[in-house]
């Protein structure tokens, strides 16, 4: 017979992994038509503006930018959400609460706001998005491919499920011979610019047996 100690800790199981599943149906409306799937064994260069994205990136982490109750710049999470340089979806309501919006993705879209808007709008928004939309084509690279600025969508428990993974992040570098990289991400448990430990854009330490997909825009997906 379970104690009531090992039940309340099912039932905070249940209700994360029921937040993280109402987060990814939240975000399931349009989607883009299929392109035109590619070969991902050809390499892909970086496109130059990249070093914008990891400068941008690196702003946003020093800004300090935490959910509502670490007492940092909780409201700069709706310039992800609403901003014309993130995902632009203006009807979403303002950011005040913690789990209110997955916004992980949000966070890389505005770091990434040299890309096409319509591509940000739509693709940057969701892992199941990012993998609908280029799985299978050259955005998509090889985990042993990691360099700096690339999407990297990772597992954040050991089910590693669902296929296409359930957190986005930027990869700050390429891994070592142990598989470890660091990365910056948003609406995550981690580092921030004060050292201290917060939930909120972060820099972490990820390894590559976590890692579900690697994804590089290309040139053409630049604005």
Request: charged share 30%.
């Amino acid at each position: 017979m379970p104690t009531k100690q090992q039940l309340e800790s099912v039932i905070l199981d249940l209700k994360e992994d029921l937040r993280r599943i109402n987060r990814e149906l939240n975000q399931l409306s349009i989607d883009l038509p299929d392109d035109l799937r590619k070969p991902r064994g050809e390499k892909v260069v970086p496109n130059e503006r990249v070093e914008t994205v990891l400068e941008r990136s690196e702003n946003e982490f020093n800004r300090f930018v935490t959910e509502p109750e670490y007492d940092g710049d909780y409201q700069r999470i709706n310039a992800y959400i609403q901003g014309e340089d993130g995902l632009g979806w203006s009807w979403e309501s303002d950011y005040t609460r913690n789990g209110q919006f997955a916004w992980c993705g949000a966070f890389a879209a505005f770091c990434y706001a040299a890309i096409n808007a319509t591509i940000r709008k739509q693709v940057f928004a969701s892992c199941y998005r990012l993998s609908a939309n280029w799985s299978g084509t050259k955005r998509h690279r090889e985990t042993s491919d990691i360099l700096p600025g690339d999407i990297v969508v990772v597992f954040t428990s050991d089910k590693q499920s669902p296929s296409y993974g359930n957190h986005i992040t930027i990869a700050l570098e390429s891994p070592d011979t142990n598989g470890d990289f660091k990365t910056v991400e948003g609406n995550a448990h981690g580092e921030s610019c004060k050292e201290t430990q917060v939930e909120g854009v972060i820099h972490r330490s990820r390894n590559t047996q976590n890692v579900a997909a690697v994804y590089r825009p290309l040139d053409e997906d630049y604005s």
